[in-house]
Nanobody, 116 residues
Framework: QVQLVESGGGLVQAGGSLRLSCAAS????????MGWYRQAPGKQRELVAR???????NYADSVKGRFTISRANAKNTVLLQMNSLKPEDTAVYYCNAEIITGINYWGKGTLVTVSS
């Protein structure tokens, strides 16, 4: 199993920046990819950014050029640098880890609020 703990959410004004961090523990060698998803009130959870064990990344069109996903600490930590934040980025952000069997693990989520 994999445990995920997120940190770094909060309140920021439009145009500002935040950095989210997610630390993985447990069976981290089985992780194939890690990523960030978000869910705004009344909306479905959506992919924000994902990074594979090989370093490949993909982003939602709405965050390209503003958000950057990376890995650190022997690859058991995934970071999401969020710049030029917009009110529509307001959501609960969830860390995700996909292991080699296809099972997904989720963190509890961290709230990001962007004020206009």
């Amino acid at each position: 199993q994999v445990q995920l703990v997120e940190s770094g959410g909060g309140l920021v004004q439009a145009g500002g920046s935040l950095r989210l961090s997610c630390a993985a523990s447990g069976s981290i060698l089985s992780i194939n990819a890690m990523g960030w998803y978000r869910q705004a009130p009344g909306k479905q959870r959506e992919l924000v950014a994902r990074i594979t064990s090989g370093g490949g990344t993909n982003y939602a069109d709405s965050v390209k050029g503003r958000f950057t996903i990376s890995r650190a600490n022997a690859k058991n930590t995934v970071l999401l640098q969020m710049n030029s934040l917009k009110p529509e980025d307001t959501a609960v952000y969830y860390c995700n880890a996909e292991i080699i069997t296809g099972i997904n693990y989720w963190g509890k989520g961290t709230l990001v609020t962007v004020s206009s």
